[in-house]
């Protein structure tokens, strides 16, 4: 089905928060900030930040308690510092984990909710949120989706909310310029398995395929450049945004549920897990649905499956070891993942054991 649903305002540019300082205002006179433990002072995001509030007379608390993977509790506990100090707007600033947690802060900050509460219905909608990435891969500023760390299970899980995407994401290249390379490595394969998988379920729809082949288009011509270590980072946000912008409209697939167990018992990082996973199923897409991959290679521009699959083994930082007896715990556990039904063939626990296999 077509529909398209794209409620976030993006602004981008050098500068972009300070030139649109008094958008803040919109919000509330009370900011709740949520970051990881020091990439948002680092970058100077967080000191733009604070500087368009102070100048507002908004006051604001900062909760730089957010992990890698955030888990529940973590956010339960921001959520609770959020409700306490009266909050009445979130801003996260961070990559991936940051941008999650603040999603679920917000909708723990105006909600009596246990932790766990947050996968079912949540009564009250979230507070507003703005949104700043620095890195340029998981698109969590232009989705609902809040991917969290649940120990109960094991894994990681998905929640969304239909007031959960940022009301405004401000896109500034200046703060990804002193990313580690294996974190650029790693978050542009994040943003490349959004825009594959989106374009390779059942959900794809004429919307999110505008947003994912221009997506693929823009990083295609930038892998080489992020390669080489000099990224056009402004290109590679909105190319991460693009990518973000189609899975807010089709989900991701079996890559990114396989991947999160990769991530929850061996600690790959979340794109790094996607790069590994994705030559093994593009691999059997070209089996399968070669019609449906066929677009795919041709906005990324490469000759082939195998093309395909070469240059996104380059973007590895690190070689993933697995056992035979990971390989069949993981498998038998991914196939139980809810967003198997979208697959485009029927996948089996056979070829996802095939998948992670490859990395044996
Ligand atoms: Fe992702």
Not at 55 to 63: A, C, G, L, N, R
Not at 193 to 212: F, G, I, P, Q, W
Request: with cysteine; glycine share 6%.
């Amino acid at each position: 089905m077509n529909q398209l649903f794209m409620p976030t305002r993006v602004i981008m540019g050098k500068g972009c928060i300070k030139e649109n300082a008094s958008l803040f205002s919109e919000f509330g006179k009370k900011a709740f900030i949520v970051t990881g433990k020091t990439s948002a002072e680092k970058s100077g995001a967080l000191k733009d930040i604070t500087d368009a509030l102070s100048k507002h007379s908004i006051s604001y608390e900062v909760f730089s308690e957010v992990e890698n993977n955030p888990s529940v509790e973590t956010c339960y506990k921001g959520g609770q510092r959020a409700k306490a100090f009266g909050a009445e707007f979130v801003i996260a600033i961070g990559g991936g984990s940051p941008m999650d947690a603040a999603k679920a802060i917000a909708a723990y900050a105006v909600n009596d909710l246990e932790p766990m509460d947050i996968y079912g219905t949540i009564k009250n909608n979230p507070l507003p949120l703005i949104s700043v990435p620095l890195t340029a891969g998981t698109g969590s500023e232009v989705t609902p989706y809040s991917v969290l760390t649940v120990k109960e299970i094991e894994n990681k899980k998905s929640f969304s909310h239909k007031e959960s995407f940022s009301k405004i994401a401000f896109l500034d290249p200046e703060y990804l310029r002193s990313l580690p390379r294996d974190v650029l490595l790693d978050t542009t394969a994040d943003a490349l398995s959004h825009a594959v998988e989106s374009m390779l379920c059942k959900r794809t729809s004429d919307v999110s395929n505008v947003y994912a082949e221009a997506a693929l288009r823009h990083l295609g011509q930038l892998i080489p450049e992020v390669l080489g270590g000099k990224p056009d980072y402004e290109r590679l946000l909105f190319a991460s945004s693009l990518a973000g912008m189609a899975i807010a409209h089709t989900g991701t697939v079996v890559v990114h549920s396989m991947g999160y167990l990769l991530t929850y018992h061996k600690n790959i990082p979340h794109g790094r897990a996607n790069a590994c996973l994705l030559p093994g199923f593009i691999t059997l897409c070209n089996e399968h649905n070669p019609e449906r991959l066929a677009p795919v290679l041709k906005a990324f521009g490469a000759k082939d499956c195998n093309d395909f699959c070469e240059t996104i083994k380059k973007l590895i930082a690190q070689k993933v070891q697995l056992s035979q007896e990971e390989v069949t715990a993981f498998s038998k556990k991914a196939i139980q993942a809810k967003n198997v039904s979208q697959n485009l063939w029927t996948i089996t626990e056979a070829e996802e054991a095939s998948v992670f296999a490859a990395l044996l």
